[in-house]
Each structure stands twice: as C-alpha cells, then as structure tokens.
C-alpha cells in the first residue's frame, strides 16, 4: 500500500513497545526488524521512522514526519510548534527535583543560588522563573542522579516512575514540576488527504483506548432487581436482558467503565446481582 502519511516513533526506549503495540492493536500491519531506520505498513497508507524520541517534535514540526509519538517532557523542553492530538495513556511519569537525602527541605526558596543538574533546561527555568527562585542550571544529557555526589550540584531535576533510582543514588524528592505521558502529535500543516488518513488512525486510537478503560460485565439478578441493576450498569444504549433458564432469574449484560465497577460492585451485590463476571473489551466503537 503506498504510504500516504508518516509517523515517527522512537526507535528504542521506554516509549518504543507501547508505542508500537498500540499501533498493532489498530490492527495495522509492519515489519519493525532490528536496526531497520522506516518501514511501511501492508494494510494501511503508513509509513513509519523509527528515531530518537529527542528527535521527533523536531522531525514533526518540520514536516519530515506528519505524526509523532513522544513524551510531553520532550516535547514541552524541545518547544517546537505542533499539535497535540491525543494523551495515549502511558509512559507515565514525572519530572521532579531532588536533593540529597540528609538534607532539609521547606520550600522551592531551598534552590535559591543553588546549583542544579538536569537534561530538562527549559521545562526547570521556565518553573524557577514562575516561582522567582534564581538557581544555576546545568544541563547534562544522561546520568543526572549522580550530579550531587560527584559535586556538580546540590540538586537535580529529572524523570522519575517509580523512584528507585533517587533512592539507590541518596537522593530525596521534593518537588514534582512536571507531568507527563506519551502523546500523539502531528504537524500543523497537513493537508486534506493526509487530514482524512489521521482521522482514521484518531477513530482506531479512540476504539482501542475505550475498550482498555472499559469492560464487559455479564451477571444473574431476580427480576425484581432488574431496575436497581440497569441504574447502576447503564450500558452504553442500554444493557441486555436475557431470561435465565430458571424462572423468575436473568442474565444482564453491559459495559461499564473499569474505576466505576469498583465503586459499583457492593451496590450490584447487595441489589442481589450474582455470578458477575468481568471480561475485557478488545475495541469499542459508539
Ligand atoms: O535513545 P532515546 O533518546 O530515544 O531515548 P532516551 O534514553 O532519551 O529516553 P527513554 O527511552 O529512557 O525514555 C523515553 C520517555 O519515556 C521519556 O522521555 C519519558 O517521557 C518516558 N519515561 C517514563 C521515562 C521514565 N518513565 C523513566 N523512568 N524516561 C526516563 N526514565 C528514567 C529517568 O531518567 C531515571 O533515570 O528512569 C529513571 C527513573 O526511574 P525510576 O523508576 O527509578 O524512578
Ligand atoms: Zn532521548
């Protein structure tokens, strides 16, 4: 199929698997072997780049690729003029300033003439500036947790997820700046062809995202708990009701989000719902 839009991924990295799956649960097709730089989809008019993700606002903002899937911390530090078409819900994490572990913190002040290690310039003095705190920035590009001990600086603003790396280097957190997530960019400039092929790839995104938040629940009531259970699991037009082989019983069918079924579960079970189950939901177009 001859590509008609391009999306530049990173090529390896935190973002690269669930970047790429996602994909390949919008059931387009790809060769991604080792080392291979592009590839083109067999069954949908795209073409892929595989980059560095510190290159792809770049790449997008200048038309090289159309699309790009990248962190909001990259994107927001390269500063480049696209547009942000959709948060794709992982890669996760958060950008935070840390000092060692000893030490006491009060306020954001504690970093005034300070010095502060991070790859993250823009996104920190743009932070720093907001909250009127003067701190030298120095920017490094990897290993930025090891800057206090080696006395480069007294702090560091960097990625954090799980925070095991702060801990394993002596350091504490004590402000988060910064939140982010993969998102879905594209250039601002596409025309009416490659526009219709976006919308097309948003319409798959948007299928695959609800059916990950969302499931299907299947579980036997009395009937005369039906009305109780139909205002709990709405559905999305309405649940389907099925009678039981036993009389006076049904079986309800209907999808529901997957934070709201944990609010919802003692209120189903107490309305006299049994036998739920819960079963998930590959794609989900309404
Ligand atoms: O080679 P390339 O330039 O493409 O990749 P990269 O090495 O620059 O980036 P990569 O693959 O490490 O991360 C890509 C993106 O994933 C980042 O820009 C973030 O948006 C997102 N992300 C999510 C993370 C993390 N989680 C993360 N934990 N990026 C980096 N980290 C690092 C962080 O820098 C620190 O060293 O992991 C460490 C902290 O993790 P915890 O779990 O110990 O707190
Ligand atoms: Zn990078």
Redesign the pocket.
């Known amino acids: 199929m001859n590509p008609i839009i391009r999306i530049a991924v990173?090529?390896?990295?935190?973002?690269s698997e669930d970047s790429l799956s996602l994909i390949k649960e919008c059931g387009i097709k790809f060769y991604n072997g080792t080392g291979k730089l592009k590839s083109t989809s067999t069954n949908f008019p795209i073409e892929f780049l595989f980059?560095?993700?510190?290159d792809i606002p770049g790449y997008v903002a200048d038309g090289v690729a159309d699309l790009g899937i990248v962190?909001?911390?990259?994107l927001v530090e390269k500063d480049k003029d696209v547009n942000v078409l959709k948060k794709l819900g992982f890669?996760?994490?958060r950008l935070s300033l840390a000092i060692p572990k000893g030490e006491e913190y009060t306020n954001i002040h504690h970093f005034q003439g300070k010095n502060i290690a991070t790859s993250y310039p823009k996104i920190l003095s743009d932070f720093l500036e907001n909250q009127n705190v003067h701190a030298e920035i120095h920017e490094i590009s990897g290993s930025?947790?090891i800057a206090p001990s080696i006395g480069l600086a007294e702090g560091i603003c960097?990625?954090?997820?799980?925070?095991?790396?702060?801990m394993m280097n002596g350091l504490k957190e004590v402000e988060t700046i910064f939140k982010?997530e993969?998102v879905l960019i594209c250039n601002k400039k596409l025309d009416a062809e490659k526009l219709e092929i976006v919308d097309k790839l948003l319409f798959r995104m948007n299928a695959v995202q609800k059916g990950k938040s969302n499931k299907y629940v299947l579980l036997n009531a009395p009937n005369d708990a039906l009305d109780k259970i139909i205002s709990l699991i709405p559905g999305m037009r309405s649940p389907t009701i099925l009678p039981l082989a036993q009389e006076g019983w049904s079986s309800v069918h209907s999808v529901i989000a997957e934070d709201q079924f944990w609010e919802n579960i003692e209120e189903l079970r107490s309305a006299g719902a049994e036998g739920i189950l819960v079963v998930p939901i590959e794609k989900m177009v309404i």
């Not at 990173?10 to 973002?15: F, N, P, T």
């Not at 980059?51 to 510190?54: G, S």
């Not at 962190?71 to 990259?74: D, I, K, M």
């Open positions: 990173q090529k390896s990295g935190r973002l980059l560095r993700d510190d962190g909001e911390n990259e890669s996760k994490c930025v947790e960097d990625i954090v997820s799980s925070g095991s790396t702060l982010s993969a």
